[in-house]
């Protein structure tokens, strides 16, 4: 159950970064050439992403690796 939770507010950061710099899960799917459902389902909290992922998210949404992982306890 605690992973949910983490998972969760993760996808939350995820999903107000890519808000904040205006794009769509399509767009991000395109830049990160992750699928869309994919990002989709990231931000819902159902997946545990790797350590690459989230890289190359933090890298696409110009965002520091430590602002995704900031208050995730």
Not at 41 to 64: A, H, M, Q
Request: proline share 1%.
């Amino acid at each position: 159950m605690r992973g949910n939770y983490i998972y969760g507010r993760l996808g939350k950061c995820v999903s107000k970064a890519r808000k904040k710099r205006g794009f769509t899960q399509e767009d991000l799917s395109g830049i990160t050439c992750l699928h869309r459902t994919h990002i989709a389902r990231l931000e819902r909290g159902e997946l545990n992403p790797s350590f690459w992922t989230l890289l190359s998210l933090s890298r696409k949404l110009k965002i520091s690796l430590s602002y995704l992982l900031r208050g995730i306890k």
